[in-house]
């Protein structure tokens, strides 16, 4: 009755030595690519990085069991790193060389549950807002459908990346 998983990441420190030296676009695209490595939470959790453009990041996961909450439906917080990934990495797309992010906070509001009879979904972020400190920005859970299944802002803090 057991099931398992076996996957594997490369090390974290090769892709977090890379942020800051190029723009944050140049970044997601050298990951989109595989030009650099995907972070351990994608392998973890099963999504990817699919597209990137100025102020635009798109994520997508194939739910699966390993994603359920004890009720049979794929736990909130599986939707919410997608919905934070992809406003998160939306800024992050429009930052300068020398400059990162990180999420202060996220709001989630849960529209439709998802099962591994969804099939594929898809967090798509974008930016709403961008200054010297802060960045508001979007995101959007949809199935292959196109029906809305949750919707997310974020902020996010704007900071200098110290040199390495």
């Known amino acids: 009755m057991g099931r398992s998983r076996t996957y594997e990441w490369e090390d974290p420190a090769v892709s977090a030595a890379a942020v800051g030296r190029s723009s944050g676009l140049e970044f997601l695209q050298e990951l989109v690519a595989g030009r650099l ?4 939470v994608g392998a973890t959790v099963g999504f990817s990085l699919e597209e990137v ?4 990041a798109v994520f997508s ?3 699966g069991e390993e994603h359920y909450n004890p009720i049979g439906s794929v736990h909130g917080g ?3 790193t997608l919905l934070d990934s992809a406003a998160g990495c939306a800024v992050q797309s429009t930052l300068p060389p020398g400059m990162g992010y990180t999420s202060l906070d996220i709001t989630v509001k849960f529209l439709r549950p998802i099962t591994v009879d969804t099939g594929k979904v898809r967090a798509v972020g974008s930016v709403l807002s961008s200054g010297r400190r802060t ?3 979007e995101a959007d ?8 299944l949750a919707h997310a802002t974020s902020t996010c803090m704007l900071f200098a990346v110290p040199a390495a």
Do not use: K, N, S, W
């Open 61 to 63: 996961l194939v739910p």
């Open 53 to 56: 453009e100025q102020g635009r």
């Open 141 to 148: 859970l949809y199935d292959e459908a196109d029906r809305l």
């Open 78 to 80: 599986i939707y919410a």
């Open 37 to 40: 490595p995907v972070p351990p």
């Open 135 to 137: 960045a508001l920005a």
